[in-house]
């Protein structure tokens, strides 16, 4: 059974860092595209980083670039996402996905429809 957990959330005031943690099990997802995603409270769910499968590519929602960075230990079936200058409207439950399709780099990475697999997520809040 696949399953992907998410890890590292937790309460930080602004301005500061949290490193979120995905470990894949039940397959391996080196050859997979990997995302985070967030979702705050009365709001929709938003993509926030995309890697692809071989970390050769990133991308990310204009409210993070400069301050966010999506990386994978395919070794370690992890992918993680490292947050600095972290804001109160950062304040989301953080989750990650996987798409299934392997060596494949979506052009509609931002979509999540697009990933088949998904965590339960982990709660980020930023206080002011």
């Known amino acids: 059974q696949v399953q992907l957990v998410e890890s590292g959330g937790g309460l930080v005031q602004a301005g500061g860092s949290l490193r979120l943690s995905c470990a894949a099990s039940g397959r391996t997802f080196s050859t997979n595209a990997m995302g985070w995603f967030r979702q705050a409270p009365g709001k929709e769910r938003e993509f926030v980083a995309y890697i692809s499968w071989s970390g050769g590519r990133t991308y990310y929602v204009d409210s993070v670039k400069g301050r966010f960075t999506i990386s994978r230990d395919n070794a370690e079936n992890t992918v993680y996402l490292q947050m600095n200058s972290l804001k109160p409207e950062d304040t989301a439950v953080y989750v990650c996905?996987?798409?299934?399709?392997?060596?494949?780099?979506?052009?509609?990475?931002?979509?999540?429809?697009?990933?088949?697999?998904w965590g339960q997520g982990t709660q980020v809040t930023v206080s002011s």
């Open positions: 996905a996987a798409d299934r399709r392997t060596y494949y780099t979506s052009k509609s990475y931002y979509k999540d429809v697009e990933y088949d697999y």
